[in-house]
């Protein structure tokens, strides 16, 4: 028996087939819609990757040693990089030491300053000073300047008004009689103390008088011992110890900071107890300290760099001063110097060196 296809069927078979070759096209089409899509979308982020990205040039100038400044200066670099600063891939530091000689500070301000930073960082009055001679657009920050304002280098703390801001350490005058009146709880017997200052450091006039009031109040003759360099050291304890002081406070600047140690061995040596607002002087032996974090101010002054390479200007940063102070206590020192430290005033002290 002969079987044969209906001619219907073979035109709906045809139809499907047309059908199917549309359908076939058109996802041919969505595909490569799709994949020229994707192409031009990774070519876009391809290009976007591809753009530089920028690259902040920050300086630091410092009296210090590389070596005596690297606690402070891996503090601030530290407090850079918690804010996405990473250097070699966003940062590059241009890092400068003057290694003691403040002689040698001018010129190396002009090398930082010829390299068209964005920002300078930098610490101490001679360091600032030396910066705002070498420029007067660059932003500088400074971390513990003495008296910006009265040394000329900013026109109030709240308002700048110039190319310097951060932060100054000359919270209040009274932090050098707070020490002497800790002194005093320590020494209950105490008549006689020495103060070695580098007089010509700006903003120890009210902190002079500060403590002048209250040796008066506590019954305490007053000595006031200058150190300009550091051949004035060795000469110093010799004129303290010829006044028969009794204990003494440090009233310095760089001078005093840059030989610390040697301060501290020779107290040690003349069994003489001695005092600065720095805890680096207890870490190098001072019987104890009260004043700033000098860590907390390098920490705080990478905000103040984040700021300007974000576009503020530092005219409009206000400076800030430390409103928080500690207390250290170096209690091996005291052993040594054959000094008992009173519970009630080791029990106030925030870190005690054993």
């Known amino acids: 028996m002969r079987t044969e296809s209906h001619p219907r069927g073979q035109q709906r078979s045809r139809g499907e087939s047309s059908r199917f070759k549309v359908s076939a096209l058109i996802a041919q089409h969505s595909v490569l819609v799709f994949t020229l899509g994707a192409m031009l979308l990774a070519l876009s982020f391809s290009a976007q990757a591809q753009q530089p990205v920028k690259m902040h040039r920050v300086g630091l100038l410092a009296l210090a040693t590389f070596d005596q400044y690297a606690p ?4 601030l670099e530290g407090g850079l990089r918690e804010l996405g600063y990473v250097e070699g891939q966003n940062i590059v530091f241009e890092r400068r030491f003057a290694n003691g000689r403040t002689e040698g500070l001018s010129d190396l301000a002009t090398e930082l300053v010829r390299l068209k930073l964005d920002v300078i960082v930098t610490g101490t009055n001679s360091e600032i000073a030396a910066l ?3 420029t007067g657009t660059i932003p500088i920050v400074m971390v513990h300047a003495s008296g910006p304002v009265e040394d000329g280098f900013i026109t109030s703390l709240a308002r700048p008004g110039g190319n310097i801001t951060g932060l100054s350490m000359t919270a209040s005058p009274e932090l050098l009689a707070k020490r002497l009146e800790i002194l005093k709880e320590i020494l209950p017997r105490l008549s006689r103390a020495a103060v ?9 006039v009210a902190s002079h008088s500060a403590i002048e009031d209250a040796a008066r109040k506590l019954g305490v003759t007053l000595q006031f011992v200058d150190v300009q360099s550091p051949n004035d050291i060795e000469r110093a304890f010799t004129a303290m110890i010829r006044n028969r ?4 406070l440090i009233s310095g600047g760089p001078v005093t900071w840059m030989r610390r140690q040697q301060i501290a061995e020779l107290a040690l040596k003349n069994r003489l107890p001695g005092t600065h607002s720095l805890r680096e002087y207890t870490e190098a032996g001072l019987l104890f300290s009260y004043g700033v974090n000098l860590e907390a101010l390098f920490w705080r002054a990478a905000t103040y760099v984040d700021k300007i ?15 928080k102070f500690e207390f250290v206590v170096n209690l091996k020192t005291a052993k040594q110097i054959g000094l ?3 519970p009630n005033v080791l029990a106030r002290a925030d870190k005690v060196i054993r």
């Open 245 to 248: 002081a009794e204990a003494f």
């Open 196 to 204: 070695l200052r580098q007089a010509n450091v700006p903003g120890r």
């Open 132 to 134: 705002k001679h070498a």
């Open 309 to 323: 390479l974000k576009g503020a200007k530092p005219a409009d940063l206000p400076v800030e001063q430390p409103t």
């Open 340 to 342: 008992t430290i009173p």
């Open 72 to 75: 402070l200066r891996e503090v």
